[in-house]
C-alpha cells in the first residue's frame, strides 16, 4: 500500500499570499497517478488536479500541481477568501487500495 | 447536469447490514467506473471500494473486504455497496464518486455526492 503523507499539516497565510502544499508518497506513483482535492466544511471534495498536473474543468489557473515519483506539490498564487479549506492528495496508481494523504489545512493568518 | 445521489444510509446496530444507493444522472453511467469513499467526523478521507464500467474489476480496501460488496446496474444508472456484519468503525459518511476518464482503470473522482451517513451504535 502506497501512504501518502501531506505536510504541513496546517498552513496559516493571508489572502494574497502563494501556498506550497507538500504530499510525500511511501513509493513511486506509477504514471503521475497523483490528484489533489479541495474540501470545505459541509462540503463534498472537489478535484482540482488530476495526472499531478492537469488543472479539471473549472478550476482557476491560480491552482498548479506539479512533482513525480514519491514528491508532489500543489501551488496555489494569490490566495482568494474562498481558498481556505482542506486539501487532500489521493494517489489512483497502484490500486487497490487507492489511498489519500491525510490532508492539509489552509487556514486564514 | 451531472448528479450523484446517495440514499440508505441511517443508525444501524453493530453486527447488522444496510445498503447503499448512489444514483446517476446526467452522463453515460455505463462507460464510467465508481468508487465508494468514505469519512469518519471530523477525520480524512478513506477510499472503500471501486468498481470498473462493466464490473469486470472490483477493488476493495483490507478495512472492508470480506463484509462489503459493491455492484452496479447500468440499466438502472445505479452503484450500491452492501454493507454486512457492520463495525463501529464504519461510522462515516459516505460518498459515491465517479472517475474522468470514460473506461479508465485507473482515475481521479471529478464529480462526488454528497454522502449519506451511516451510524454504527447499539
Known amino acids: 500500500e502506497i501512504v501518502l503523507t501531506q505536510s504541513p499539516g496546517t498552513l496559516s497565510l493571508s489572502p494574497g499570499e502563494r501556498a506550497t502544499l507538500s504530499c510525500r508518497a511511501s513509493?513511486?506513483?506509477?504514471?503521475?497517478?497523483l490528484a489533489w482535492y479541495q474540501q470545505k466544511p459541509g462540503q463534498a471534495p472537489r478535484l482540482l488536479i488530476y495526472g499531478a498536473s492537469s488543472r479539471a474543468t473549472g478550476i482557476p489557473d491560480r491552482f498548479s500541481g506539479s512533482g513525480s515519483g514519491t514528491d508532489f506539490t500543489l501551488t496555489i498564487t494569490r490566495l482568494e477568501p474562498e481558498d481556505f479549506a482542506v486539501y487532500y492528495c489521493h494517489q489512483y496508481g497502484s490500486s487497490p487500495p487507492i489511498t489519500f494523504g491525510q490532508g492539509t489545512r489552509l487556514e486564514i493568518k | 447536469e451531472v448528479q450523484l445521489v446517495e440514499s440508505g444510509g441511517g443508525l444501524v446496530q453493530p453486527g447488522r447490514s444496510l445498503r447503499l444507493s448512489c444514483a446517476a444522472s446526467?452522463?453515460?453511467?455505463?462507460?464510467?467506473?465508481m468508487h465508494w469513499v468514505r469519512q469518519a467526523p471530523g477525520k480524512g478521507l478513506d477510499w472503500v471500494s471501486g468498481?470498473?464500467?462493466?464490473?469486470?474489476?472490483?477493488g476493495y480496501a483490507d478495512s472492508v473486504k470480506g463484509r462489503f460488496t459493491i455492484s452496479r446496474d447500468n440499466a438502472k444508472s445505479s452503484l450500491y455497496l452492501q454493507m454486512n456484519s457492520l463495525r463501529a468503525e464504519d461510522t462515516a459518511l459516505y460518498y459515491c464518486?465517479?472517475?474522468?476518464?470514460?473506461?479508465?482503470?485507473?482515475?481521479?473522482?471529478?464529480?462526488w455526492g454528497q454522502g449519506t451517513m451511516v451510524t454504527v451504535s447499539s
Open positions: 513509493q513511486s506513483v506509477s504514471s503521475s497517478y
Open positions: 464518486a465517479k472517475v474522468v476518464l470514460r473506461f479508465s482503470p485507473s482515475d481521479a473522482f471529478d464529480i
Open positions: 446526467g452522463f453515460t453511467f455505463d462507460d464510467y467506473a
Open positions: 468498481i470498473s464500467w462493466n464490473s469486470g474489476s472490483i
